[in-house]
């Protein structure tokens, strides 16, 4: 957090003094610092659990985006079975952090962007349609594993 605080005042700075070359030579040096921190597993379970928890979806799909176009398009077939159930876990952890935290709004926007991504007219999905209007959804059998305090680590040490 106290990296971005600094990054944002260089940025400033160079903006202020008009130094544009520097400027892009700066972005361009970030850029790099930030993919390369992207390849520590810590560091990307980190970013997920951050976008789940913050109901950040713009993030959450964002880093997901680049585990599939870096890591999983090269897995095998079975592998990338598992990458695609992963995928599911994730993105309903998402939603039902979204529940606990009462963000109506956040559960709503998952559905609409991500109706091309998951087939929500299937008979996987069909019930975590109904999350966000769900009264007690922990105690739907469907939903309840991701409501457990476990599930977190579940998620991250299959």
């Known amino acids: 957090m ?3 605080v600094c990054e944002r005042f260089v940025r400033r700075y160079l903006l202020s003094k008009n130094f544009k070359d520097t400027l892009n030579a700066f972005e ?3 850029s790099r610092e930030k ?3 992207k390849f520590q597993p810590l560091d990307v379970v980190d970013q997920l659990q951050e976008a789940m928890y913050d109901s950040n979806l713009t993030q959450l799909i964002s880093q997901w985006n680049f585990l599939e176009n870096t890591l999983f398009h090269r897995l095998s077939s079975d592998k990338q079975l598992a990458a ?5 876990h994730v993105f309903r952890t998402y939603l039902v952090q979204a529940k ?3 963000r109506q709004a956040k559960m709503t926007e ?3 962007l991500l109706s091309s991504h998951f087939s929500f007219g299937k008979e996987e999905w069909k019930s975590w349609c109904a999350l966000p209007y769900a009264v007690d959804p922990k105690m ?5 594993m991701y409501f457990t305090k476990s599930w977190m680590d579940v998620l991250i040490c299959p």
């Open 84 to 88: 695609n159930e992963l995928k599911v």
């Open 35 to 37: 993919n390369r921190g």
């Open 140 to 144: 739907h059998s469907e939903f309840f």
């Open 28 to 30: 361009t040096e970030c």
């Open 100 to 102: 606990i935290k009462k």
């Open 110 to 112: 998952f559905f609409e």
């Open 2 to 4: 106290q990296d971005k």
